[in-house]
């Protein structure tokens, strides 16, 4: 073995996993063939855990303790540093020819920090490699004039086949001769709360990944000009407890997951997905796959060749499966309009309601709004909805569309306030996904509609009948007289107004 004045480092960030992991098994390969050393590394940076506007919140800071102590599992030492991975890299790479070995990332903040790090490290005479994986397909997909797509039907066709035939990676098999055991000479990166592990102290990892980052749950709106402090708001929170028994925290028991909703549920998955009621047992009628994809405890190539492997590659032969591959490409589609539009996640997507919508003013939008995080609108869909996330995390998809309707047309309330609370409170946060709901649902995004105004009481008779998604999500204190905080037939006239519809025009309710 060569001395550690050159090293390989595979630098995790959201691919915690052995199973179609690029970064890994290049980074496995190339230090065979070069006959290095490989140190694994996660970095839990600085910038994005301050109490700053980009906090996130409880639920996501506990899952990430548990994926990162559960992935560590695979490997005879593991690194945990603080900090801002720039100053890391420098210092890491100030002694020694590192080859960083990392899977890309697509969300502007990432992209960023990674030209950043390549700089560094190549600077110092080492390699920087980075490796498609949080968008399947092509980032240079066009329409046949050369535009980018902006609507999500032709997108799809247009990737389709890619999509279903996109190779994975094997399973790593880890060779344990090949990862650094002892960081000889690394002991600059102490200092910035360097952890070697053994696998006996793994759960320490956890209980002290969380204590590192278990800070403040504050909500900052309008880039900090309110401040919510979101344990004094909203009395009903998920504990660490209800998120163990909702959730799984490591690759494992994520496919585990999957293969029995594939097994059970995909081929009920287009009839039943929209229902409230079925997502009130046996774990709903989705996959819940979302928690995973985020952080990469399985990729979406890996999803479609499980699918694949069971049903077959005629997947347009069955409205079910081809329905759900389509959800999976509505997530690539979100990706892909980030990625061209970066500017999106503050601003609305089509131009004519840039700084054109004027919302409810501040003040009242504030009570509105806490109103709403509390689960106490007095729209019953909506309070049981909020209940859903604040005590477990995650919010069926109806439910989604439902509240950021709710939000933005009746009561009036900017968008960008919405997409803050879901950052904050979601464990399965993606932001390109959030951005593109929290558009859809003000009707400013991409994917362009006719806009819509969604009737909570038609909502709640068309996806929870007899009420018992009501009946799980509203807590035994709810005041169930309680009135609206606007009257819906006001509400939308007003949302008309502030789209500059006719009072008198015909759209009618969803
Ligand atoms: C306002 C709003 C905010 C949202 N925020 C997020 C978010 O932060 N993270 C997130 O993963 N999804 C988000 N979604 C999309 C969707 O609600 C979730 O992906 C879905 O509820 C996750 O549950 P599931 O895994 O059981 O979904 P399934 O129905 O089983 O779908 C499988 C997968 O397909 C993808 N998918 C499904 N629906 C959508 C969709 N509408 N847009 C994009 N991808 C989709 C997801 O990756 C999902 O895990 C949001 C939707 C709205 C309306």
Known sequence: MSTQTELVIYWIRRDFRLTDN?????????AKANNLQILPIFILDGGLLDDNNWNIGRGRRYALSQIVGNFSKHFASFSVLVGSPQEIFKKISKDRVIHVFTNEDIEPYSIQRDTEVKNIVEKNKGSFHSFKDQLTVSTQTRT?????????????KAVLEEFMNVKSYEKVQIDHSFILSKPEGLELIKDLGFEHIDYARFDELQDKIFAAIDKPNTLYLDQGKHKLNIDELVEYQYSPTELDNEWYFSEE???????????????????????LELDTYNRGQTSKISLGLKWGLVSARTLKDLIVNKYGTKISSNQNIFHFISE????????????????????????????????????EALERFKKWCQGKTGYKVVDAAMNQLNKSGWMHNRSRMIVASILTKNLGVDWRWGQDYFRLMLVDLEEASNNGGWQWGASTGADQKPIRIFNPYLQQEKYDKKGAYLQQWLPQNYNWELKPIVEHTKARDEAKARYGLDKNSSERDY
């Not at 535009?147 to 032709?154: D, E, K, T």
């Not at 028991?253 to 229902?275: Q, T």
Request: proline share 4%; aromatic share 18%; with cysteine.
């Open 253 to 275: 028991e994520c496919l585990a997951e999957f293969e029995a909703f594939v097994d059970d549920k995909l081929l009920k998955y287009k009839e039943k997905r929209d229902s």
């Open 328 to 363: 999976l490409i509505w997530r690539e589609f979100y990706r892909y309009v980030l990625y061209h539009n970066p500017e999106v996640l503050n601003q609305e997507y089509q131009e004519k309601f840039q700084n054109s919508i004027t919302w409810v003013e501040d003040q």
């Open 22 to 30: 690029p970064a890994l098994s290049e980074a496995i390969n190339f």
């Open 144 to 156: 046949g004039s050369g535009n980018i797509y902006s609507v999500f039907s032709p997108f799809r």
